[in-house]
């Protein structure tokens, strides 16, 4: 089969399309013939290697640590059930599905990712637990659609359950024209919140087509007096992926009680941050990593149901991923960009 393999870190030269062998589902294992597969910030970071480790945040490392060269990357994968192994999951031959990227341990706390950790869908092929294979045949979403949910809404689901977003609150989404944050802009307005979306201009009208109630171009000025005047009366959540100095800025415009969570530091991961303003004033800084499994199969009943409808910005072939990753570097659309593997073979 075709696969784009990440062979080390570096730059999109550690990317290889070519041939390897098709995998077999071990016992409680299917395999999937991938139909859609995907991109996120998560494939470019552990290519570069740039996500640090403890203690050394400069340090070469994927997302969870160490990664096991070669990998095929990919963790947002729907496709068709084309072969089971042993003992489970033949009810979900011939079956479309959509597999949960995550693994966890018995605390329900994240311990592997396809396409970092384990090999993911940027292939024609894949192989995944049974237990993470949704069937999802009867959602009215195509396949690009599906495949834009499982990384970016399942993290938007993750950051919105964390931050105990409802009705009638006004929330703050930073870095909103990307994957991540435009599932959060639909996600929390489908809540009933009200959304704040931090932006550019060339893409707020997208942005509010979206969900959002008000956009902020962090390009017209102080971003931390544009957000007072967006909201006057305070935030009760900020559902952050940019961090940086957006964080150390903003941080004091959030009402008391409220709760701070980042899933992403496209920013900087390194802030100047006075304690003083979390404990004086009940806020909660909240780490959200992915979310959970309760959490992701909320999330493929509203695929089921066709309650929400994933933005795709493009759709490449496998075999052009490395002008999918430029473009994705490039930032310049709103919402999701997809591989699609080979039809035939």
């Known amino acids: 089969m075709i696969a784009a393999v ?19 589902p071990g016992s409680g294992e299917v395999l ?9 910030n998560t494939d470019v970071w552990t290519r570069e290697g740039a996500y640090g480790l403890p203690g050394d945040a400069d340090a070469r490392a994927g997302w969870l640590g160490p990664v096991d060269f070669p990998r095929i990357q990919g963790g947002d994968v729907v496709g068709t059930v084309a072969a ?12 479309r599905v959509l597999l949960d990227p995550s693994r966890y341990d018995e605390h329900g706390h994240l311990t592997a990712v396809m396409g970092s950790e384990t090999d993911g869908g940027f292939a024609e092929y894949v192989v995944a637990p049974v237990e993470f294979a949704h069937d999802v045949t009867d959602s ?22 964390r931050g105990g977003v409802h009705s009638g609150q006004t929330v703050l989404v930073t870095g909103a024209s990307g994957g991540v944050g435009v599932a959060l802009v639909q ?43 967006a ?3 305070g935030l009760h959540a900020v559902l952050d ?22 899933s992403g530091a496209m920013g900087g991961h390194t802030v100047d941050l006075d304690l003083r303003r979390l404990y004086l004033h009940d806020i909660s800084l909240v780490g959200s990593s992915m979310c959970t499994r309760e959490h992701f199969a909320r999330l493929v009943e509203d695929a089921v149901a066709g309650s929400i409808r994933p933005l795709v910005a493009a759709r490449y072939d496998l075999a052009d ?25």
């Open 140 to 161: 009215p979403l195509d396949d690009a659609m599906l495949a834009a949910l499982p990384i970016a809404y399942g993290t938007a689901t993750g950051m919105l359950e």
């Open 321 to 345: 991923v490395h002008a999918a990753q430029a473009a994705f570097e490039r930032r310049e659309h709103v919402g999701k960009l997809v591989l699609v593997p080979p039809t035939d073979g």
């Open 84 to 95: 089971v192994g042993s003992g489970f999951g033949e009810e979900l031959l011939g079956r």
């Open 6 to 24: 990440l062979t080390r870190f570096g730059g999109p030269d550690a990317v290889e399309v070519r041939e390897v062998p098709v995998p077999e």
């Open 187 to 229: 996600l929390a307005a489908a809540r009933g919140a009200r959304v704040v979306a931090l932006t550019s201009n060339a893409k707020r009208d997208a942005v509010a087509a979206a969900g959002a109630d008000v956009t902020v171009d962090r390009a017209e000025g102080d971003v931390a007096e544009l957000v007072r005047t």
């Open 241 to 262: 992926v940019v961090a940086g100095p957006v964080l150390t800025a903003v941080l004091p415009h959030l009402a008391d009680g409220g709760r701070w969570v980042v």
């Open 32 to 40: 999937v013939r991938v139909a859609a597969a995907g991109m996120n």
């Open 231 to 233: 909201a006057p009366d």
